[in-house]
């Protein structure tokens, strides 16, 4: 029997598709994140650099499946559109607060996402949920959850308008101190 050996197996990476925020739109979530490190919680928040809107979660996929994507990808033509930064809210499981994260407004993410879902539709499960919004934090506990979970709805997050000129194919290596992303290619609007 031949052995499998390390060199011989392929490093998959883990990657996403993701549009990225302006200056002023991360100076805001420091803001709303400042504000919610004022209630006692055993978490993370999302480090600024890191923050994006994830239109496609890709899972770990091989080199080969990469270059497929790349390729796909460029056939998306869309115009660029403004976003808008909305409410604050969390993600629960089992009335465990999860992720905090603030909404983000705008048809035209919802469209950009649809094309990428319908690009890749031959190599990814298109998206059952898709809800467009940036983790501003990740919870691994909080004593009181129903109050946290208001407090972190009823903080007030200044409406941002942003352009999306482009999205990015982008990997992420998990590390001890957080999520290390890298861009793979970017997709520019058609005008």
Known sequence: ???ILRSDVEKLTRAFIAIEFSDEVIKEVARVQGALSKWLFTGKMTAL???HLTLK???EIDSEKIEKVKEKLKFIEFKSFEGKLGIAGTFSTRGNPRIVWIKINGREAWGLQNQIDEKLKDLFKPEERFMSHMTIA???YVK???GFINYAKNIKVKEIKFKV???KLKSSELRNNGPQYEDIREYKSTN
Do not use: A, P, Q
Request: proline content about 0%.
């Open 1 to 3: 029997m031949g052995e």
């Open 49 to 51: 650099e890191n923050l």
């Open 57 to 59: 979660f890709l899972g």
């Open 138 to 140: 990740r919870v691994k």
């Open 144 to 146: 009181d959850k129903k």
């Open 165 to 167: 000129e482009s999205f």
